[in-house]
């Protein structure tokens, strides 16, 4: 009940999520508790510990390791390896689309973007065209595997339906959404959104395998 989730937060140091309580709208107090039963307090006091950990600067910055692409276009043997593989239906294609076009002056999914001068194709549709050429070649029907973000999932759909599905098939196509986080405060404070709830942000590239599972 809601005294339960209240105690738990509250003594994980969270209080401040309830102060003015009676003051809030009925429906911003549901809010914040539909978000907070959905969450896991064992995540909360990690996420508090390791921000309070705050390790230094690393004095020097270098580049992560890499292989360069002269490396991969003389390695036969790895390319054999990824075309069996890719014939015998055992790969996918994957694209992390969680983001919006803001940035670059557009309403809408980023993926939606047009980016070819002449043809003004969208991201989406650029990759669907190589991805048929490689059905075609491989003879496999591979799947497209399209990480979206909870702002841009409906939206994401819907272009791809009205698509037609880019001439791939609707039931080649899969969606998932990518996993958030709720969002700290430097003094480890769970953060607040303007609906009463929960501030939550993506968890990054680094939560895809999560994401993955979780669908």
Do not use: C
């Amino acid at each position: 009940g809601a005294a339960d989730v209240r105690e738990t937060f509250e003594a994980l140091g969270q209080e401040h999520l309830f102060a003015h309580w009676d003051a809030r709208e009925p429906a911003m107090r549901r809010r914040l508790l539909e978000d907070l039963e959905s969450l896991d307090p064992r995540l909360v006091a990690s996420l508090v510990a390791r921000l309070a950990e705050r390790p230094p600067a690393p004095e020097h910055i270098e580049p992560a390791g890499h292989v360069g692409l002269r490396e991969i276009a003389a390695d036969g043997e790895a390319r054999a390896i990824g075309e069996e593989l890719i014939a015998a239906g055992r790969a996918a294609l994957l694209t992390v689309a969680g983001g919006q076009g803001s940035r670059l002056g557009f309403d809408g999914p980023k993926g939606l973007f047009p980016v070819t001068p002449i043809r003004r194709l969208p991201l989406f549709a650029l990759f669907a065209e190589k991805l048929l050429a490689a059905r075609r070649r491989y003879g496999a029907p591979i799947p497209w595997l399209i990480m979206t973000s909870r702002g841009n999932h409906e939206s994401t759909r819907r272009a791809f339906e009205r698509a037609d599905w880019f001439g791939l098939g609707a039931d080649t196509v899969r969606f998932f959404t990518q996993g958030v986080l709720p969002a700290l405060g430097p003094d480890g404070r769970l953060l607040l959104a303007e609906d009463g709830g929960l501030f939550w942000s993506p968890d990054g590239h680094g939560g895809l395998v999560g994401a993955l599972r979780a669908s």
